[in-house]
């Protein structure tokens, strides 16, 4: 799909606030309502937008401790790659998870917790029982200085 300076307005718009209305947005972009909920309407269709979600405030939600784990496996093999990333996306508290390269590590995980005691019982009962699992380094972000979900549109030619 070929997009125009309308859809990257969309595009931009709805990044900013998922759950802005048609009328909102068509307004914001100087569009009518009819073309406007098209143009989203092709771009759901296209792939371009995936999906909307409600971002919560973690510490509101007592989930005050965010960790990046870097986690090296045993053997570079499919069916072991394939068996981490399973049991993975089975833990709630994994809100990323990052086959990398250039690291002595294989994977990277963003884990949410409530606190050091969860995160404990979390590494020792499920991160370090999965099967070829055989280093793991924990980090732990003291502030966060830049958090976004926008996806940077700047390169797209209009």
């Known amino acids: 799909m070929q997009l125009d300076k309308l859809d990257k ?3 931009q718009e709805l990044q900013k606030n998922g759950a802005i209305s ?3 947005l068509a307004d914001t972009i100087g569009l ?3 073309p406007c909920a098209r143009r989203v309407k092709q771009l759901e269709e296209a792939g371009i937008i995936e999906k909307q979600v409600t971002l919560l405030n973690a510490s509101k939600l007592e989930l005050k401790l965010t960790a990046l784990i870097q986690i090296s496996m ?3 093999t499919a069916d072991r790659f394939e068996i981490f990333e399973q049991k993975v996306k ?3 508290e994994v809100i ?3 086959l990398i390269t250039g690291q002595s590590a294989d994977y990277q995980l963003k884990v949410v917790v409530p606190d050091m005691e969860y995160y404990q019982e979390f590494l020792l009962n499920k991160i370090t029982r999965i099967e070829g699992v055989t280093d793991v380094h924990s ?3 003291l502030r966060e200085v830049r958090n976004t ?3 940077p549109l700047n390169h797209i030619k209009t």
Do not use: A, K
């Open 90 to 92: 089975g833990f709630p």
């Open 96 to 98: 990323e998870c990052l």
């Open 22 to 24: 048609n009328l909102e």
């Open 149 to 151: 979900t926008e996806l």
């Open 9 to 11: 307005r969309i595009l």
């Open 139 to 141: 980090s732990f972000m």
């Open 74 to 76: 045993d053997r570079h």
């Open 32 to 34: 009518s309502p009819s």
